[in-house]
């Protein structure tokens, strides 16, 4: 669902840097990885632990999507 929804918004949208070209993909890559290595790896030591390693790797992924994006038009 992911690289689907990815690929709608690369069709869309036109690359203005070659950041733009590449950059979006390869963060798509990155965010699967890290899914990966959260579903395989070890459990977190705490439910508090693991709420806050959530919460700021989203905030990470929000601002990194949304500099991407300034690198299209």
């Known amino acids: ?9 690369l069709r869309s ?3 203005s840097t070659p950041l733009g070209r590449y950059g979006m993909p390869v963060f798509g890559v990155i965010m699967l990885l890290v899914q990966a290595a959260v579903f395989f790896g070890p459990p977190p030591p705490s439910a508090g632990a693991a709420a806050l390693t959530a919460l700021l790797l989203y905030c990470l992924f929000a601002g990194v999507a949304a500099w991407l994006d300034r690198q299209r038009s």
């Open 1 to 9: 669902m992911l690289f689907g929804g990815m690929l709608l918004y």
């Open 13 to 15: 949208t036109a690359a």
